[in-house]
Every structure is written in C-alpha cells, then in structure tokens.
C-alpha cells in the first residue's frame, strides 16, 4: 500500500506513580511544565511538557481513579502508555494500521464520536497508539525529536511500517525518547 498520508507524533504518554513530583524534578532540568488537569471520567491527572508551540510533547498521566489507566496500570505497570499519533486522512490511516495487525481497542468507539479519537492494540506490543484526526498538522520543532519504543524483534515491523519520522524500535529492553539531542530512557522519568 502506497501510503502518502500526512502524518507525526502528537505525544507519547507516560504513566508515573506522580505528576507532581515528576513534573517538578523535570522543571528542575530546565523544562517548560504546563498547568495539571484532572479528568474523573478517566481517573487521571495529566500534565504536558514542553511547549505548545511545538510538536511532539511529554504528557504525564497519573492514575487517581477507576478507569482505562488504572487498568493499563494493573496490565502493564508504569511507564510507555501510548504514542498518540495525528492524520489528516483517517480512513487511510486506518487501513494502514490495520495492515500491520493493529487492532482498534474496544472502548474506542465512543472515543472517536466525541473526540475524532481511536486507540489501537497490538497483541505483543506494550505500547497502545492513539490515532488523532487533524485538518493541519503543525509542522516545525519536535519537542521530543524521537521515540525508541521496546518491540520483540519478530515485532518490529508494526512500529517501523507505521512511516512516522521519530518513531523507531528500540535495540534493548528499554524504550526511550530524545529531548534536546539527550537520549532519555522512559524509566528514568517513572523513577522521578
């Protein structure tokens, strides 16, 4: 499939034990906090870094409630929750995902009516993608320049077949970012 659709990484969400403190311990090193908000019907609390002007942000999500994430948490622990990934051809994108046995996330439906949202799971794979629909996507400085997600080997091609600039599969056991050209492992931050 000849994918030409416009697409980037809108933000990699991670769950940490605090968005408080790892909020503050990241303020420390130098980076820009935005305001916490805190959303019931999910049960977390959620604070962003880095700049909105930019693309590609950190958001922190800290279980508070009963809800999807305190199921990913029980699931999986802390850490990479999911890479949310904006389109400007949903239908295509889609296809694509599909292609690469990404399968849509039960609950998802009721995501996508209200937000123009859809959550993806692959069996194997830790990391959900969240797929956003946007007319324009921004284009310009990437806060987190790439995302080094841990994948099997015999389950690299659904991250590497995704096509996104910065979104590649990690060479050992732990996924990372790159933030001001300093490689960051997901872990540290959870530690914060």
Same mark, same amino acid.
């Given at each position: 499939?000849? $994918?030409?659709?416009?697409?980037?990484?809108?933000? +990699?969400?991670?769950?940490?034990?605090? +968005?408080?403190?790892?909020?503050?311990?990241?303020?420390?090193?130098?980076?820009?906090?935005?305001?916490? @908000?805190?959303?019931?019907?999910?049960?977390? %609390?959620?604070?962003?870094?880095?700049?909105? @002007?930019?693309?590609?942000?950190?958001? =922190?999500?800290?279980?508070?409630?009963?809800?999807?994430?305190?199921?990913?948490?029980?699931?999986?622990?802390?850490?990479? *929750? *999911?890479?949310?990934? $904006?389109?400007?051809?949903?239908?295509?994108?889609? @296809?694509?995902?599909? #292609?690469?046995?990404?399968?849509?996330?039960? /609950?998802?439906?009721?995501?996508?009516?209200? #937000?123009?949202?859809?959550?993806?799971?692959?069996?194997?794979?830790?990391?959900?993608?969240?797929?956003?629909?946007?007319? %324009?996507?921004?284009?310009?400085?990437?806060?987190? %320049? &790439? +995302?080094?997600? /841990?994948?099997?080997?015999?389950? &690299? #091609? $659904?991250?590497?077949? =995704?096509?996104?600039?910065?979104?590649? $599969?990690?060479?050992?056991? &732990?996924?990372?970012?790159?933030?001001?050209?300093?490689?960051?492992?997901?872990?540290?931050?959870?530690?914060?």
């Amino acid at each position: 499939m000849g $994918c030409g659709v416009n697409s980037d990484i809108d933000r +990699v969400s991670i769950l940490v034990k605090s +968005v408080d403190t790892t909020a503050l311990n990241l303020k420390a090193n130098g980076f820009i906090i935005g305001d916490k @908000e805190t959303f019931k019907d999910v049960g977390t %609390e959620e604070i962003y870094i880095g700049s909105y @002007e930019k693309t590609a942000l950190l958001l =922190l999500q800290g279980v508070i409630g009963d809800g999807p994430y305190k199921k990913a948490l029980i699931k999986r622990g802390y850490g990479l *929750h *999911h890479i949310a990934i $904006c389109t400007d051809d949903f239908e295509e994108y889609n @296809e694509k995902l599909s #292609n690469l046995g990404w399968y849509i996330h039960p /609950n998802s439906m009721k995501k996508y009516y209200h #937000n123009k949202a859809m959550f993806y799971i692959k069996p194997g794979v830790k990391t959900i993608i969240e797929l956003l629909i946007k007319n %324009e996507l921004m284009d310009g400085e990437r806060f987190i %320049e &790439e +995302v080094i997600v /841990n994948v099997d080997k015999r389950l &690299e #091609n $659904c991250i590497n077949g =995704l096509g996104i600039k910065g979104l590649k $599969c990690s060479t050992d056991k &732990e996924s990372y970012f790159i933030i001001n050209n300093t490689k960051i492992a997901i872990s540290e931050i959870v530690q914060m």
